[in-house]
């Protein structure tokens, strides 16, 4: 087994270590310190992604870098508190939405990704596993955050009964995928996660869109450490990993109480 370049190791660790104390950071006065860390590690993780893979494309990349952090910096400063929820649905959907074409160019292409069996030259367990997660968080990303920005639609009594079922079905679709690798049981994962995101995100946007915000978070952490496996990218899975459950329990935690105290009591008992 082939050695772990010091160099590729040392940015993986140093990335973890700046996404675990960003998630560490607390909140207020701590808001802004978490914020540059999370920045810091997202700057380590990107270097050393493109320093460990052979990059044909490296101008257009860094092109397409600097325009976005460009874009991201304006809408920063540009767009008053009131609208930051919407804006940070948005881009979080925007991440779902590349989980899921990253997912579509590995089943598109597999031999790429190296995803194909060296005996049978077919796709392997784990890589069907990898690329129907892949697709399924993030086209549950997409739809919650759909729901997060149409909020005028009415609210239902049923929607955990829905939410559960539809989590199942999802589930089972991806099950039923990587047992039978077609391209119609990839798109049923990805109709199945859009219907089961929007019904999650709808319930517990019942107990306010902080909530909602932070568990379709979660969904994008989930998707990007699924994406991660597919571009074996540790930094990558590590910081998608934290973010998922991060997102996830921090979602499930305003759920349970502190959401309806609202983001400024979320550390104090009831």
Same mark, same amino acid.
């Given at each position: 087994?082939?050695?772990?370049?010091p160099?590729?190791?040392t940015g993986?660790?140093?990335?973890a =270590?700046?996404?675990? @104390?960003?998630l560490l950071a607390?909140?207020?006065?701590g808001?802004?310190?978490?914020a540059g860390?999370?920045?810091?590690?997202?700057? !380590?993780?990107g270097?050393?992604?493109l320093?460990?893979h052979?990059v044909?494309?490296?101008?257009?990349i860094?092109?397409?870098l600097?325009?976005?952090?460009?874009?991201?910096?304006a809408l920063?400063r540009?767009?008053p508190?009131?609208?930051?929820p919407a804006?940070l649905?948005?881009?979080?959907?925007?991440?779902?939405?590349? *989980?899921?074409?990253?997912?579509g @160019? @590995?089943?598109?292409d597999?031999?790429?990704?190296? +995803?194909?069996d060296n005996v049978t030259?077919?796709?392997?367990i #784990?890589?069907?596993?990898?690329?129907?997660?892949?697709? %399924?968080w993030g086209?549950?990303?997409?739809?919650?955050?759909?729901?997060? =920005?149409?909020?005028g639609?009415v609210?239902? %009594?049923g929607?955990?009964? !829905? *939410?559960?079922?539809? =989590? +199942?079905?999802?589930?089972g679709?991806?099950?039923?995928f990587? @047992?039978?690798?077609?391209?119609g049981? =990839?798109?049923?994962?990805?109709?199945?996660?859009?219907?089961a995101?929007r019904?999650? %995100?709808k319930?517990v946007?019942g107990?306010g869109a902080?909530?909602?915000l932070?568990?379709v978070?979660?969904?994008?952490?989930w998707a990007?450490a699924?994406s991660?496996?597919l571009?074996?990218?540790m930094?990558?899975?590590? *910081?998608?990993? +934290?973010?998922?459950?991060a997102g996830?329990?921090?979602?499930a935690?305003?759920?349970?109480?502190?959401?309806?105290k609202? +983001?400024? #009591?979320?550390?104090h008992?009831?």
């Amino acid at each position: 087994m082939e050695g772990v370049n010091p160099t590729i190791l040392t940015g993986w660790s140093v990335a973890a =270590l700046l996404f675990a @104390a960003a998630l560490l950071a607390p909140f207020g006065a701590g808001l802004r310190r978490g914020a540059g860390l999370m920045m810091a590690a997202m700057m !380590v993780a990107g270097a050393v992604t493109l320093y460990s893979h052979d990059v044909m494309a490296l101008p257009q990349i860094c092109a397409a870098l600097i325009t976005g952090g460009a874009v991201g910096l304006a809408l920063g400063r540009g767009v008053p508190r009131s609208a930051l929820p919407a804006l940070l649905s948005g881009l979080v959907g925007q991440a779902g939405l590349a *989980a899921v074409f990253i997912g579509g @160019a @590995a089943w598109r292409d597999p031999h790429v990704f190296g +995803l194909l069996d060296n005996v049978t030259d077919r796709l392997r367990i #784990d890589g069907a596993v990898a690329i129907g997660t892949a697709v %399924t968080w993030g086209a549950m990303t997409c739809a919650g955050a759909a729901t997060i =920005l149409w909020r005028g639609s009415v609210r239902q %009594t049923g929607y955990p009964l !829905v *939410a559960g079922a539809m =989590l +199942l079905a999802t589930g089972g679709s991806v099950g039923a995928f990587v @047992a039978n690798p077609q391209t119609g049981w =990839l798109l049923a994962c990805i109709g199945v996660a859009l219907l089961a995101g929007r019904g999650v %995100t709808k319930w517990v946007m019942g107990a306010g869109a902080g909530p909602a915000l932070a568990l379709v978070g979660g969904f994008a952490g989930w998707a990007v450490a699924a994406s991660a496996f597919l571009m074996e990218n540790m930094a990558m899975a590590v *910081a998608g990993g +934290l973010a998922g459950a991060a997102g996830s329990l921090f979602g499930a935690r305003l759920c349970g109480g502190a959401g309806r105290k609202g +983001l400024a #009591d979320g550390g104090h008992r009831p």
